[in-house]
């Protein structure tokens, strides 16, 4: 079994993170997806 890169993982999480922000989405509303990107 391959693992991800868990750098590119928090990189594309803080991503997220800062694209939610922009429309006015809570980082709580999203966190649950956050989570399951650092599992893939």
Do not use: C, H, W, Y
């Amino acid at each position: 079994m391959t693992r991800g890169d868990p750098i590119a993982a928090s990189d594309l999480a803080d991503q997220l993170t800062t694209a939610a922000e922009k429309p006015g989405i809570p980082a709580d509303q999203i966190n649950g997806e956050i989570e399951s990107v650092f599992e893939l």
